[in-house]
């Protein structure tokens, strides 16, 4: 049973280009959340997403952010024109449906801004 | 709003110790705690975690407590050895379903 996978682990952008970082839960879990986190600093909430659905985006930037869960496919956290300040590690977790808060991480996505 | 607070930001011990790290919440419908490892460069993992009708669970040489009357729970890591070196994060559900973090503790084993 594979682990929540993401990809890109590294990214780098340019400021003002489109950053959309994927994420994979685990099979069986239909449950995705998005952290973010800078260097030395803790894991800062972003959203809850259950399939084809925005459950809680309370952590969400208003502007430039936006995140999916489709139907088929990986979650996607998605950051238009992106700035320095959004330099960070991105991670993603998942829980299965049965234990809603038994989360597992996926290794991360480093999003370099230049 | 729902908030995690964790104490202390660093912590050395000497191998062979024990280590204490403790948290506070402030919503008091949360009912799940979960305790994370990070090592440097890593992805959270989760070690331990304990539900609200529980005071204390034990998993060999880590255990967690939990106080809900002080809205506090604390993570005792004994016998420490070198590879307990990382960054622990306690957390705890809020009632929007997701999971508040705290700040998290930077543990190093001096040998």
């Known amino acids: 049973n594979a682990g929540v996978m993401q990809n890109p682990r590294h990214l780098v952008r340019r400021r003002g280009q489109e950053a959309r970082l994927r994420c994979s839960p685990m099979?069986?879990?239909?449950?995705v959340y998005w952290y973010r986190q800078l260097p030395e600093e803790g894991l800062k909430f972003m959203v809850y997403l259950q399939k084809e659905n925005i459950i809680d985006e309370s952590g969400m930037p208003k502007e430039r952010f936006s995140a999916e869960f489709p139907k088929e496919g990986p979650s996607i956290l998605r950051i238009q024109q992106v700035v320095r300040g959004d330099s960070a590690a991105y991670f993603c977790a998942s829980s299965p449906q049965t234990s809603e808060y038994e989360q597992y991480f996926g290794p991360g996505t480093r999003l370099t801004v230049t | 709003g729902e908030n995690v607070e964790q104490h202390p930001s660093t912590l050395s011990v000497q191998e062979g110790d024990s280590a204490v790290i403790k948290c506070t919440y402030s919503?008091?419908?949360?009912?799940?705690f979960p305790w994370y490892k990070q090592e440097l460069g890593k992805r959270p993992q989760l070690i331990i975690d304990i539900r609200s009708n529980v005071g204390e669970k034990k998993d060999q040489r880590i255990a967690v407590t939990l106080n809900k009357t002080a809205k506090h729970f604390s993570l005792h890591i004994t016998e420490t050895q070198p590879e307990d070196s990382a960054v622990y994060f306690c957390a705890a559900d809020s009632s929007a379903s997701k999971i508040i973090f705290g700040s998290g503790t930077r543990l190093s084993i001096r040998p």
């Open positions: 099979k069986g879990h239909s449950h």
């Open positions: 919503d008091s419908a949360s009912n799940y």
